[in-house]
Nanobody, 118 residues
Framework: QVQLVESGGGLVQPGGSLRLSCAAS????????LSWHRQAPGKERELVAQ????????TYADSVKGRFTISRGNDRKTLYLQMNSLKAEDTAVYYC???????????WGRGTQVTVSS
């Protein structure tokens, strides 16, 4: 079964850090554009960070530049999002996405909740 499963969310104080993981099963992440998105209550889902798997290039939303880092595991089955200096406005459900670069195939995880609060 092809699926993505996020983990690593939780409650953290402002200024703290979390590392999110996204595990792929049923396929490997080669030839996929990989990304993290988030959706806060009452807001639309937004792109947080993206890695183009074959070239390794990354892009980030302005709101997280310098604080978040997206990376992929050497096992080609895991995607990470290191989040530092967290702010209350980072509170959201975080989703990972894998979209095949050349063929059909666009997969989403179910999300993991991140809450930044004192």
């Amino acid at each position: 079964q092809v699926q993505l499963v996020e983990s690593g969310g939780g409650l953290v104080q402002p200024g703290g850090s979390l590392r999110l993981s996204c595990a792929a099963s049923g396929f490997t992440l080669g030839n996929y554009a990989l990304s993290w998105h988030r959706q806060a209550p009452g807001k639309e889902r937004e792109l947080v960070a993206q890695i183009i798997n074959n070239s390794g290039g990354t892009t980030y939303a302005d709101s997280v530049k310098g604080r978040f880092t997206i990376s992929r595991g050497n096992d080609r089955k895991t995607l990470y999002l290191q989040m530092n200096s967290l702010k209350a406005e980072d509170t959201a459900v975080y989703y990972c996405n894998a979209r095949h670069l050349f063929l059909s195939g666009d997969y989403w995880g179910r999300g993991t909740q991140v809450t930044v609060s004192s």
